[in-house]
């Protein structure tokens, strides 16, 4: 029989009580494989629970403690595959930060649930066994990490959580494609994974890193640029623009951002739009105004990519940066 080690982090999965005022994250890893009786006949499982929290307190310290799990359970002979349970509300930055940290030659695979385990019809138990039936799939780890939910099963550089309540609030930014779908208790895959960065130094990024200050400010009708000399001031190393449109640049902002990049600040241009992203040279000259188009990243994407690669790069360039932003 295959062995799959679950991290159960917490999350909606994990809580418990009345439908809209339950508390996350309260259920102990071993009640969420009792729930679900076919997992004890799929595969032995190794359970572990480093933190059990509400994923709105994730922080980016668990990304890297994370990362660092699942790069010694890759090298467990014991180990068959990976799943993690973790909340939908920062799902997609947490299966972000793991697609450029980690490698997969086993599979991993996160799952959420958006209501609680106590609710009518919770959700959770049927995305946890279709976690458990996609990292038992031979396929799996050639998709990179991958993230189950609602019978989908999609790549963690595509997800976007786009609904508040509804239990398919996982889906894949739009013009993505799914990896695939679960049917009777198998993957039916559909789409190649997509490209990784593969940046080595990324890949050694250890649990214990300090990972710089980035902020997203979102731009709206009379968006106040003080935030930006705000943000420089309490020690931010980068900014991610929320822009509108296609990242264009309001301009009671410019001044601002001029003293942000004088102090050293790498900033990004991306857009509240959701979907369509925004490329280089597009409605701004990137080069005069010195800044970074985010290409195909949200910007809570382009927030994690920024920090891990500050982080990774010290040093690195504007010019190298934007090169990671929009590959060619
Ligand atoms: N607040 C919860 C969490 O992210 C929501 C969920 O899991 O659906 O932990």
Not at 75 to 104: C, N, R, W, Y
Not at 255 to 262: C, I, M, P, V, Y
């Amino acid at each position: 029989m295959p062995t799959l080690a679950l991290i159960a982090t917490g999350g909606t999965i994990a809580g418990s009580g009345p439908q809209h005022h339950y508390t996350a994250g309260v259920l102990d890893a071993s009640v969420l494989l009792a729930a679900v009786p076919e997992l004890a006949a799929l595969a032995a499982w190794q359970v572990e629970q480093p933190f059990s929290i509400d994923s709105r307190d994730m922080q980016p310290a668990h990304w890297l403690d994370l990362a660092a799990r699942i790069r010694q359970l890759q090298v467990d002979p014991s180990v068959d595959g990976i799943v993690i349970t973790h909340g939908t509300d920062t799902l997609e930055e947490t299966a972000f930060a793991l697609h450029l940290l980690v490698e997969t030659t086993k599979p991993v695979v996160l799952t959420a649930a958006m209501r609680p385990a106590s609710a009518r019809s919770a959700d959770g138990p049927l995305n946890l066994l279709h976690a458990a039936c996609t990292a038992l799939d031979p396929l799996a780890a050639l998709h990179g990490v991958l993230v189950t939910a609602d019978a989908s099963v999609i790549h963690a550089a595509d997800l976007l959580k786009a609904h508040t309540h509804k239990t398919d609030a996982l889906r894949c930014i739009e013009g993505r494609g799914l990896a695939g779908q679960i049917m009777a208790d198998t993957v039916r895959w559909q789409t190649a994974a997509p490209q990784r960065l593969g940046l080595p130094e990324l890949l050694a990024l250890s649990a214990g890193v300090q990972l710089p200050r980035v902020d997203v400010l979102s731009a709206h009708a009379g968006a106040s640029a003080d935030l930006i000399d705000f943000c420089v001031t309490a020690g931010a190393r980068g900014l991610v623009l929320a822009l509108t449109g296609h990242g264009s640049i309001p301009a009671d902002w410019r001044t601002a951002l001029d003293r942000a990049r004088s102090a050293g600040v790498q900033v990004v241009r991306a857009s509240r739009i959701s979907a369509g992203g925004v490329w280089p040279g597009c409605n701004e000259d990137d080069e005069a105004c010195g800044c970074i188009a985010a290409g195909p990243h949200t910007p809570q994407q382009a927030r994690v990519l920024l920090m891990l690669a500050l982080a990774a790069l010290p040093d690195i360039t504007r010019s190298r940066l934007a090169g990671l932003f929009s590959p060619d």
